[in-house]
């Protein structure tokens, strides 16, 4: 197993608070839910951050959790949280380059564990939709108590909605005021057709200042 040092996701009381909520209910959602894949419409929506700031809370919570960062394309996980070292991903898996225990990568937090992207296949789509990544997702679920996957955004390529057939429910991340209705509506259409149920959706980088209703709703919990 590999070890990686993630440095650091800082939030404020109110961040903190609202992964919270979202942890308490996920796991309200149904014991059932283990697997759980997280997509947007589209890029810069923040579907990373909010994922990877959901698995840390889980942890804080006393959850063994793993990370997949299945977005093959246009990773922004090892960038973002400087990862050290370099990293064998899911890529050199799905391609029979690396064994499963050669991609986990162990964390400074207990109970975290992450599978990075790895390097950019020619082939993302065709991987995702291998019995290996089928076959990850099944060994995974019996030994952790949550797999949150990283998928990129539905409403620019497939690949979320072949990995939304092998979990077992999908939250949308959607940007206040970048995406419109109807497009949302449309991705939502599009992930319903896999068959994955859909158990909620997160309202992301919403400004609190010109929300008001947000902010009275926040005080109230």
Do not use: W
């Amino acid at each position: 197993m590999q070890e990686v040092i993630l440095k650091g996701i800082t939030m404020d009381y109110r961040s903190s608070e609202a992964y919270k909520t979202l942890r308490t209910n996920i796991e309200f959602s149904g014991a059932d839910k283990k697997v759980i894949v997280f997509t947007s419409c589209t890029a810069n929506e923040g579907k990373s951050t909010v994922s990877m700031s959901l698995a840390n809370s889980l942890v804080e919570g006393g959850k063994k959790v793993l990370f997949i960062d299945a977005d093959l394309r246009k990773s922004v996980l090892v960038g973002r949280y400087r990862v050290t070292g370099e990293v064998k991903g899911l890529s050199h898996f799905l391609s029979g380059q690396a064994r499963i225990d050669e991609v986990l990568s162990k964390t400074q937090e207990p109970g975290l564990h992450i599978i990075f992207s790895g390097i950019i296949p020619p082939n993302p789509a065709e991987l995702l939709e291998s019995r290996s990544f089928e076959a990850l997702l099944k060994q995974t679920r019996n030994i952790y108590d949550y797999v949150i996957v990283d998928a990129p955004p539905l409403g620019s390529v497939i690949d979320s909605a072949i990995i939304a057939k092998n979990c077992d429910a999908a939250i949308m991340v959607i940007s206040s005021g970048q995406i419109g209705r109807k497009f949302a509506m449309d991705v939502k259409r599009q992930l319903e057709k896999t068959g994955c149920p859909i158990i909620g959706a997160v309202l992301n980088k919403v400004n609190m200042k010109q929300n008001k209703y947000y902010d009275k709703y926040y005080g109230k919990y």
